[in-house]
């Protein structure tokens, strides 16, 4: 069974940049026909996807945040990164990394992290 | 980008049937896909594609969708039901997935 979770530091400086890693256990980043995406939400709000990588490496973006974010997988392929630039308040949310299988006629994030809080405070 | 529209809050008594709309121009070419979201807790899956749901996921949780209107009917709520519910959608990108603010719901 597939499980995730996320780590990094919990707390970032205005403008620096937001780092967070996504392990997996159970699995492999590069196996199946997944996109593994990054999903954030400011306390109190709503779900906003930042972007995914698929099994073959490719990426995509929320256009919003396209300036400022990448997402890799290293070459173990069971740590996902995730990396947002020129942070600010804003951008302080619980961070999920996820699962996502998306078809024509499905699409759905069915493996979660726990989530890992990210403070942008000086 | 698309949007999908929900409402704030919605609350049910105890053992009725609680439907949760959630709309959205997408919803014309694209199934919703529906969340359950406990405080402190990551998103569960609970319903996906015309009414799927998920290994272990009750079956008085049921899906359907009308023009651009989808809904997550909850036949009987239980007291473990309340939370915040999100539907989601590929965007006019179908690689791009949009989220609706959500629905907290409430069991009285």
């Known amino acids: 069974q597939v499980q995730l979770q996320e780590s990094g530091p919990g707390l970032v400086k205005p403008s620096q940049t937001l780092s967070l890693t996504c392990g997996v256990s159970?699995?492999?980043?590069?196996?199946?026909?997944?996109?593994w995406a990054w999903v954030r939400q400011p306390a109190g709000k709503g779900l906003e996807w930042i972007g995914h990588?698929?099994?073959?490496?490719?990426?995509d973006y929320n256009p919003s945040l396209t300036s400022r974010v990448s997402i890799s997988v290293d070459t173990s392929d069971t740590q996902m990164s995730l990396r947002l630039s020129s942070v600010t308040a804003a951008d302080t949310a619980v961070y999920f990394c996820?699962?996502?299988?998306?078809?024509?006629?499905?699409?759905?994030?069915?493996?979660w992290g726990k989530g890992a809080t990210v403070i942008v405070s000086s | 980008s698309s949007e999908l529209t929900q409402d704030p809050a919605v609350s049910v008594a105890l053992g009725q049937t609680v439907r949760l709309e959630c709309q959205g121009d997408s919803l014309k070419t694209y199934s919703a896909t529906w969340y359950q979201q406990k405080p402190g807790q990551a998103p569960l899956l609970v319903m996906f594609g015309k009414n799927q749901r998920p290994s272990g996921i009750p079956d008085r949780f049921s899906g359907s969708k009308s023009g651009i209107t989808a809904s997550l009917t909850i036949t009987g709520a239980q007291a473990e039901d309340e939370a915040a519910y999100f539907c989601a959608s590929p965007d006019n990108n179908p690689k791009h997935p949009v989220f609706g603010g959500g629905t907290q719901l409430t069991v009285l």
């Open positions: 996820a699962r996502w299988y998306q078809s024509f006629y499905f699409h759905y994030m069915d493996v």
């Open positions: 990588i698929y099994t073959t490496g490719k990426t």
């Open positions: 159970g699995g492999s980043f590069r196996s199946g026909s997944y996109y």
